[in-house]
C-alpha cells in the first residue's frame, strides 16, 4: 500500500520540447504530493507539489497534473532546456503523525542541446 | 538562513566499524527525517525525529541502525558494525514542524564500506 509508481526510468527530450513524467500511487492515506529534482551528488530539491483536492497546479514551466479517481499524477516540463537535467522523484506524504515520504524510484531526465 | 547541513559528505569504513553521520536541521525548524537512496535507487524513509524523541522509525533496520536528536546538537544516525550492503547515500531532511508538509533535504553523506 506504500508504493509510489514512476515512469520513465528515463527519458531523453530535445531543448525546448515537453518533458512528462507519470507517477501512480496506491496509499489513498497521502495527503501531500511533492516533485523533487536531484542534481548528481547533490540532495534532492523541492520542485513543485500539490494537494489532492486541487487537479492541476502551475508554477513557471513545471505543471502538476493530478488525477484522484486514477490514483495518478504527472509532472510536464514546458519548453525544457539542457539545466533541466537532473533525476526527478515524486513523493507521497502520509497524513497523520507518520510524517514520512514515499518516493518513487526517479526518471533521469537528458535534455539534448 | 542556512540550509540543512550533514557531515560528513563521504565517509569510508571497513566492514565491522561504527559510522556516525550528522544532521543539522534548518535554523528553526524541529523535526529531523533521515532517509537511505541505494544506487539508482529513490530514497526510502528512515526514522523520524523530533527533539529528544523518536516519532516513527517504522523505515529502520531492526539491528545495528539508531538515531537520536538530542536536545542540544545535531541529529546522528548511528551504523555499528557495518555491512557492504550499508553503502549509500544517507539523506537527512527537516521541517519546521510535524503539520508543515514541505521537508528540505540536506546535500547528503555518501557511505561507501569497503
Known amino acids: 500500500q506504500q508504493q509510489v509508481k514512476q515512469s520513465p526510468q528515463s527519458l531523453i527530450v530535445q531543448k525546448g520540447g515537453i518533458s512528462i513524467i507519470n507517477c501512480a500511487y496506491e496509499?489513498?492515506?497521502?495527503?501531500?504530493f511533492p516533485w523533487y529534482q536531484q542534481f548528481p551528488g547533490k540532495g534532492p530539491a523541492l520542485l513543485i507539489a500539490i494537494r489532492p483536492d486541487v487537479s492541476e497546479k502551475k508554477e513557471g514551466r513545471f505543471t502538476i497534473s493530478f488525477n484522484k479517481s486514477a490514483k495518478q499524477f504527472s509532472l510536464h516540463i514546458m519548453d525544457s532546456q539542457p539545466g533541466d537535467s537532473a533525476t526527478y522523484f515524486c513523493a507521497g506524504l502520509s497524513s497523520g503523525s507518520a510524517r514520512q515520504l514515499t518516493f518513487g524510484s526517479g526518471t533521469q531526465l537528458t535534455v539534448l542541446p | 538562513n542556512a540550509g540543512v547541513m550533514q557531515n560528513p559528505r563521504h565517509l569510508v569504513r571497513r566492514r565491522g566499524q561504527e559510522a556516525r553521520l550528522r544532521c543539522s536541521p534548518m535554523k528553526g525548524h524541529s523535526h529531523v527525517y533521515w532517509y537511505r537512496q541505494l544506487p539508482e535507487e529513490g530514497l526510502k524513509f528512515m526514522v523520524y525525529l523530533q527533539k529528544e524523541n523518536i516519532i516513527d522509525e517504522s523505515g529502520m533496520p531492526k539491528e545495528r541502525f539508531s538515531a537520536e536528536f538530542p536536545k542540544e546538537g545535531p541529529s546522528i544516525l548511528r551504523i555499528q558494525q557495518v555491512v557492504r550492503g550499508d553503502s549509500a547515500a544517507y539523506f537527512c531532511?527537516?521541517?519546521?514542524?510535524?503539520?508543515?508538509?514541505?521537508?528540505?533535504f540536506g546535500p547528503g553523506t555518501r557511505l561507501l564500506v569497503l
Open positions: 496509499n489513498t492515506a497521502f495527503d501531500y
Open positions: 531532511a527537516s521541517s519546521p514542524s510535524g503539520t508543515e508538509e514541505t521537508q528540505y
